[in-house]
């Protein structure tokens, strides 16, 4: 069973356009929620992350919104640019220091 | 630089070879974690140590893998007679300091023919 379900698998935005990537999660346990950036042939990097006590974070053109109640998380990439051209990826853990659990990733591309 | 290396970076072999694959942080780090990832999909937990005690197991490490990570630093991960379904990208990650955040090595690509 998947712990964590990522939508869309692929997605196509033109350049300036906002790119939005969604995930899901059931374990309520779940208490940190961190998003990776991949390019082919390369390890996952970390873009930005966040816990559940606030709904919102956001580090440059990179926001992540939260919604507890649904058990839903997002990201949200402003000004998409063709170098965020990627696989992105969605995760959750619990408890500190846990192993994650990834989504099945969403590959982006922006169109220049 | 996420401070993880790994090493081969690629390794093509034959069902039923054996296969070793190591992982360096550059530093020190408590928590060392395996992942395995096959094309299309997210990484898939494999293993993980805090210093050289190997605290948990996936289902998916099968009795033909085994890792260790003798002094608390580099760690490796071993596959025993190796499989088609073995082909993937196996990721190592290290976590730092007091924060939860893993940072990802650039992975071993293997390739069982």
């Known amino acids: 069973q998947q712990q964590v379900k990522q939508s869309p698998q692929s997605l196509i935005v033109q350049k300036g356009g906002i790119s939005i990537i969604n995930c899901a999660y059931e374990n309520t346990a779940f208490d940190y929620f961190p998003w990776y950036q991949q390019f082919p042939g390369k390890g996952p990097a970390l873009l930005i992350a966040?816990?559940?006590?606030?709904s919102e974070k956001k580090e440059g053109r990179f926001t992540i919104s939260f919604n507890k109640s649904a058990k839903q998380f997002s990201l949200h990439i402003m000004d998409s640019q063709p170098g965020d051209s990627a696989t992105y990826f969605c995760?959750?853990?619990?408890?500190?220091?846990?192993?994650?659990?990834f989504g099945s990733g969403t590959k982006l591309n922006v169109k220049p | 630089d996420t401070g993880v290396s790994q090493d081969p970076r690629h390794k093509i072999t034959k069902r039923g070879q054996n296969v070793t694959f190591r992982c360096d942080p550059i530093?020190?780090?408590?928590?060392l974690y395996w992942y395995r990832q096959t094309l299309g999909q997210g990484p898939e937990f494999l293993t993980y140590?805090?210093?050289?005690?190997?605290?948990?197991k996936s289902r998916l490490l099968s009795d033909r893998f085994s890792a260790e990570r003798p002094k608390g630093s580099f760690s490796t991960l071993e596959i025993q007679r190796t499989e088609q379904g073995d082909s993937a990208m196996y990721l190592c990650?290290?976590?730092?300091?007091?924060?939860?955040?893993?940072?990802f090595g650039p992975g071993t690509r293997l390739t069982v023919l």
């Open positions: 966040i816990r559940p006590d606030v």
């Open positions: 990650a290290i976590t730092s300091g007091g924060a939860n955040e893993q940072f």
């Open positions: 530093s020190e780090h408590n928590r």
């Open positions: 995760a959750a853990s619990k408890d500190n220091f846990n192993k994650f659990y």
């Open positions: 140590f805090q210093n050289e005690a190997q605290l948990e």
